[in-house]
């Protein structure tokens, strides 16, 4: 992958995890194989929906998993696949990528999760114009609807910032681009904001109105009847159902 004389628009990345390891979160509700599907499904809806966006030169997806690849072609995507392993974290894959990105002079870098089957082109116009009209030194955040997680995420220059995924990585973004003096701005949005790890996000996901959002992921859910078992299923995890937007303090950005 070359990324020479492709202008100075902002790159997109998007990390895929092994998709036979992905969501072990739901392992008590689907099985490998449905999950694997699953994973795959909201891939495809995400690269659907961010495939020949014009904030972006171009798209990158990052995965050890070749199936990825396969999906990646299909949305006219560039594939990076030499990881040291199948199974390499998202801070290393995304780090990894960034290296090869920086070697060819890209400055500036969005990485989306594809676990976000109603993030819609709206929301990135939203983000991208909130990221462009910051500062020079700037990340731009979307938090998960705990405000605990790092869903989108954007920043430049690209050089000197490491992600920090994990638990509480929203916060822990934060407080290193504070340490780094980037001007932080905060951008929640309802489908960026609605990654799908629990069964209470897959119940909200379902119960969404918007129904002509994540068609992939409902096409699948419903072709190994997993609708039914999931709106009839009792929620079991420590977080409560909660809405799919954020608290007042964050609807604004800064």
């Given amino acids: 992958m070359s990324t020479r004389g492709t202008g100075t628009l902002m790159w997109l990345l998007l990390p895929m995890k092994a998709f036979d390891s992905a969501k072990s979160r739901l392992s008590n509700l689907l099985t490998t194989s449905e999950r694997s599907e699953l994973a795959q499904a909201m891939a495809a809806d995400v690269l659907s929906t961010v495939a020949h966006h014009p904030a972006f030169s171009r798209v990158v997806v990052c995965s050890g998993d070749q199936r990825a690849q396969t999906l990646a072609d299909a949305y006219n995507a560039d594939f990076?696949?030499?990881?040291?392993?199948?199974?390499t974290g998202l801070d290393q894959s995304v780090h990894h990528a960034v290296g090869r990105l920086l070697a060819d002079g890209v400055t500036e870098l969005t990485v989306i999760h594809c676990d976000l089957p109603l993030l819609t082109r709206t929301e990135i116009d939203h983000f991208v114009n909130i990221h462009q009209r910051g500062e020079g030194r700037s990340m731009t955040i979307t938090p998960d609807r705990r405000r605990l997680g790092t869903n989108l995420l954007a920043w430049r220059p690209l050089a000197g910032f490491s992600t920090q995924y994990g638990e509480d990585s929203f916060r822990r973004h934060c407080d290193l681009a504070h340490r780094l003096a980037l001007h932080v701005n905060f951008c929640p949005s309802p489908g960026g904001a609605l990654d799908i790890d629990t069964l209470d996000d897959l119940?909200?996901?379902?119960l969404d109105p918007r129904r002509d959002l994540g068609l992939l992921t409902r096409r699948c859910l419903a072709r190994h009847g997993l609708i039914d078992r999931i709106l009839s299923a009792r929620a079991t995890h420590e977080f409560a159902r909660v809405p799919g937007t954020l608290t007042p303090e964050l609807t604004k950005s800064s």
């Fill in 80 to 87: 990076l696949d030499d990881l040291p392993s199948e199974n």
């Fill in 203 to 206: 119940q909200a996901f379902l």
